[in-house]
């Protein structure tokens, strides 16, 4: 059975900067492209960053240049490193597959970006 803990979210002014993690049992991220997603209130899940074939990253529009997504595969660890926060980043974030879901959404870690 998989299950994943994500952590590392928080209350953050604009402009500051966060690291999510992702750890997982159960499944090895280093055999699938993961990605991170998020939920705002009222609003779909999105992707917001993800490995592609061959280690590549993709990023969605609104994140690209402020967001890093990485892994360590030893750890069996995804992680998001968010600088240069704004408001519209406030979400829930969450760790899956990036092109196919590969199991139950976690808890996610909330975000929440504010003066």
């Known amino acids: 059975q998989v299950q994943v803990v994500e952590s590392g979210g928080g209350l953050v002014q604009p402009g500051g900067s966060l690291r999510l993690s992702c750890v997982a049992s159960?499944?090895?991220?280093?055999?699938?492209?993961m990605g991170w997603y998020r939920q705002a209130p009222g609003k779909q899940r999105e992707l917001v960053a993800g490995?592609?074939?061959?280690?590549?990253?993709i990023y969605a529009d609104s994140v690209k240049g402020r967001f890093t997504i990485s892994r360590d595969n030893a750890k069996n660890t995804l992680y998001l490193q968010m600088n240069s926060l704004k408001p519209e980043d406030t979400a829930v974030y969450f760790c899956?597959?990036?092109?196919?879901?590969?199991?139950?959404w976690g808890q996610g870690t909330q975000v929440t970006v504010s003066s």
């Open positions: 159960g499944i090895s991220f280093r055999l699938y492209n």
């Open positions: 490995f592609t074939g061959g280690g590549s990253t």
């Open positions: 899956n597959g990036r092109s196919q879901i590969l199991f139950s």
